[in-house]
């Protein structure tokens, strides 16, 4: 089992900057996708971002495309969440997640482990 703590969370005024992160122990495997996902109150978990471990690919939500960015830090076994402009309808939990293999699911439930989220809070 892998174990993700994510960290980074606050609150923070609409237009500006956060960056998430979510460091990763435990067992690890050498075929692996970390999402970032993300749970407004009275919602679904929502999709936010992916990145394949192995070569670096990404893949966006189209809520977020232009704004985030997701990176890895293979030495450190972080992934990372950058997120510019920040909006109201940003505010969430948000959450880390890995599942082995190289597809990059939207799909949270697909997803094999999960941190304990951070909350994001945008005032507007």
């Known amino acids: 089992q892998v174990r993700l703590v994510e960290s980074g969370g606050g609150l923070v005024q609409a237009g500006g900057s956060l960056r998430l992160s979510c460091a990763a122990s435990?067992?690890?495997?050498?075929?692996?996708?970390m999402g970032w996902f993300r749970q407004a109150p009275g919602k679904e978990r929502e999709f936010v971002a992916a990145?394949?471990?192995?070569?670096?690919?990404?893949y966006y939500a189209d809520s977020v495309k232009g704004r985030f960015t997701i990176s890895r830090d293979n030495a450190k076994n972080t992934v990372y969440l950058q997120m510019n402009s920040l909006k109201p309808e940003d505010t969430a939990v948000y959450y880390c997640?890995?599942?082995?293999?190289?597809?990059?699911?939207?799909?949270?439930?697909?997803?094999?482990?999960w941190g304990q989220g951070t909350q994001v809070t945008v005032s507007s």
């Open positions: 990145i394949r471990w192995s070569d670096g690919s990404t």
């Open positions: 435990g067992r690890t495997f050498s075929s692996v996708v």
């Open positions: 997640e890995a599942v082995r293999g190289i597809v990059m699911y939207t799909g949270p439930k697909l997803y094999n482990d």
